[in-house]
């Protein structure tokens, strides 16, 4: 009799262990698919930051290429103010010039005007 009450003594610690390791594993199985399901959200965070970034950089690039063109087309204005301020010089000295011999040739006539009455008188 103490055989088989040490046997089913046994059996109930057996079964108790069985039952405690079910229920580990139980656990452990949970944790992994909780485990596996924040991965999965990482994952595609991950993801889509990654997109993110791409578009980012996409961006930057196309302000790059803007930014440049616009410096291009900048100096490219610049060269032409400067270049219209140089002709505005030209056609300042080029104005002083005829004006100064509009006064001359006035004088002229002037002169010529004043000898031909003196010599009509």
């Known amino acids: 009799m103490a055989s088989k009450s ?6 109930r610690t057996l079964s108790q262990d069985l039952q405690d390791a079910k229920e580990k594993l139980a656990r452990a199985e949970a944790e992994t698919r909780a485990l596996r399901l924040s991965l999965d959200e990482k994952t595609s965070e991950m993801e889509r930051a ?5 578009a980012v950089s996409q961006q930057l690039h196309e302000s790059q290429s803007l ?3 616009y410096s291009d087309k900048q100096k ?4 032409c103010l400067n270049s219209a301020r140089q002709e505005v010089a030209a056609v300042a000295s080029a104005k002083s010039s005829l ?3 509009v006064k001359q ?8 005007r004043q ?6 008188d």
């Open 99 to 101: 004006e100064q011999q």
């Open 50 to 54: 990654q997109k993110d970034l791409v």
């Open 105 to 112: 040739l006035v004088a002229e006539i002037e002169l010529t």
């Open 6 to 11: 040490t046997l089913e003594n046994e059996t």
């Open 67 to 69: 930014a440049a063109a």
């Open 115 to 120: 000898k031909c009455q003196h010599s009509e």
């Open 76 to 79: 490219h204005l610049e060269e």
